[in-house]
């Protein structure tokens, strides 16, 4: 993107984003690239953020929590890369996305005891709901297959 000097714009709506957007010295393509960005970001925010979260966890280092940990693999970003592509922003709401040091992701739900561990070709999950233990180990990785278990845990 062409360089542009950081000022503070005040912006009420999407409408006024937009408007401003235009006002900006850069070049059609940039001003779309900010424009879908910028409707991602006022109108799914949940799918947003995983989106920002995952763009992290792809720059983490050997040993990135000081304890030797692997970095995570671009398989495994990939992989949960191509569930956000299909996913809705509520589908989002209550996960929360973190590292582990194993190399995988691993989604935690915000609202239940779940939990789904992403790995480079397989995924596994766990639900405890009403003292009732649910899960499976070793489920060959499908983005439609991981998605499906996500909206299935948050019932």
Same mark, same amino acid.
């Given at each position: 993107?062409?360089?542009?000097?950081?000022?503070?714009?005040?912006?009420?709506?999407?409408?006024?984003?937009?408007?401003? +957007?235009?006002?900006?010295?850069?070049?059609?393509?940039?001003?779309?690239?900010?424009?879908?960005?910028?409707?991602?970001?006022?109108?799914?925010?949940?799918?947003?953020?995983?989106?920002?979260?995952?763009?992290?966890?792809?720059?983490?280092?050997?040993?990135?929590?000081?304890?030797?940990?692997?970095? +995570?693999?671009?398989?495994? +970003?990939?992989?949960?890369?191509s569930v956000l592509l299909i996913s809705d922003n509520d589908d989002w709401k209550n996960w929360m996305i973190s590292p582990d040091g194993n190399a995988t992701i691993m989604l935690q739900s915000a609202t239940r005891r779940a939990s789904i561990s992403v790995g480079a070709e397989e995924f596994s999950y766990y639900l405890k709901t009403d003292g009732i233990r649910k899960g499976e180990s070793h489920v060959d990785f499908s983005a439609s297959k991981l998605l499906f278990i996500m909206r299935e845990l948050n019932k």
């Open positions: 993107m062409a360089s542009e000097p950081a000022v503070a714009y005040r912006t009420t709506s999407y409408m006024d984003a937009m408007a401003m +957007i235009h006002t900006m010295h850069l070049t059609r393509e940039d001003k779309e690239r900010v424009g879908r960005r910028l409707v991602v970001e006022t109108t799914e925010a949940n799918l947003s953020k995983a989106f920002d979260t995952l763009e992290h966890l792809s720059t983490l280092q050997l040993g990135w929590d000081g304890y030797n940990a692997l970095p +995570i693999s671009k398989k495994v +970003i990939n992989n949960l890369r």
